[in-house]
């Protein structure tokens, strides 16, 4: 019913940027929140940043003042640009969207396959 695909990942080196996409599709009537997670390998799944369709943001402290999360409510698309990026930022980076769906006028929490990140020289 509802889609979530992410775009973005890729090999950068230490200090460099990389911008993630995540654009939800399908029986969508509303977006709450959209965000972005992460999973190292052997770790838990963690919050990077998430936005409101009010424009309100969360981030994890280990990002503050490198990602910024922006969203297009229009095209129920999320962004996340990462900057400065370290060795610990590699991970699977995970979309998430909470939706109200118009077939079954339910919220639904909707995840994407993932897209890797890995920041390596």
């Known amino acids: 019913q509802v889609q979530v695909v ?3 990942g890729g090999l950068v080196q230490p ?3 990389l911008r993630l996409s995540c654009a939800a599709s399908g029986s969508i009537f509303s ?3 959209m965000g972005w997670y992460r999973q190292a390998p052997g770790k838990q799944r963690e919050l990077v940043a998430t936005a409101t369709s009010g424009s309100s943001t969360n ?3 280990s990002v503050k003042g490198r990602f910024t999360i922006s969203r297009d409510n ?3 698309t999320v962004y996340l640009q990462m900057n400065s990026l370290k060795p610990e930022d590699t991970a699977v980076y995970y979309c998430n969207a909470d939706v109200w769906t118009s077939a079954t006028m339910k919220w639904g929490d909707y995840w994407g396959q993932g897209t ?3 920041v390596s020289s």
Do not use: F, R
């Open 6 to 8: 992410e775009s973005g």
């Open 15 to 17: 200090g460099g940027s």
């Open 31 to 33: 977006i709450y929140t």
């Open 59 to 61: 981030y994890a402290d």
């Open 74 to 76: 229009a095209k129920n």
């Open 116 to 118: 890797q990140v890995t």
